[in-house]
Nanobody
Framework: QVQLVESGGGLVQPGGSLRLSCAASGSIFSIYVMGWYRQAPGKQRELVARMSNGGSTNYADSVKGRFTISRDNAKNTVYLQMNSLKPEDTAVYYC?????????????WGQGTQVTVSS
């Protein structure tokens, strides 16, 4: 059993910052890609950022230069530093981890954390 625990969401004014965290625990043998997705009301879930275990990253064009993904492999934790937040960043943010556990390799998802950008 693998658990992903997210934290750090909340309400912030435009131009503000938030830092999301996602810690993976349980029966984990190895982790490959760790990333963040988001889903706004009435829209499909979309990739925000992801990082491989080798350190390579991908970002959505809409967040490049504002968001930074990082990870602590020793803690099985991924972070998303979000700066210069805009109202259009409002969404539920989900952590995603590509891992090998007791039942093989699969994608695990967090429960989601709400980020609201509003004045």
């Amino acid at each position: 059993q693998v658990q992903l625990v997210e934290s750090g969401g909340g309400l912030v004014q435009p131009g503000g910052s938030l830092r999301l965290s996602c810690a993976a625990s349980g029966s984990i043998f190895s982790i490959y890609v760790m990333g963040w997705y988001r889903q706004a009301p009435g829209k499909q879930r979309e990739l925000v950022a992801r990082m491989s275990n080798g350190g390579s990253t991908n970002y959505a064009d809409s967040v490049k230069g504002r968001f930074t993904i990082s990870r602590d492999n020793a803690k099985n934790t991924v972070y998303l530093q979000m700066n210069s937040l805009k109202p259009e960043d409002t969404a539920v943010y989900y952590c995603n981890v590509d891992l090998v556990g007791s039942r093989g390799r699969y994608d695990a998802w967090g429960q989601g954390t709400q980020v609201t950008v509003s004045s």
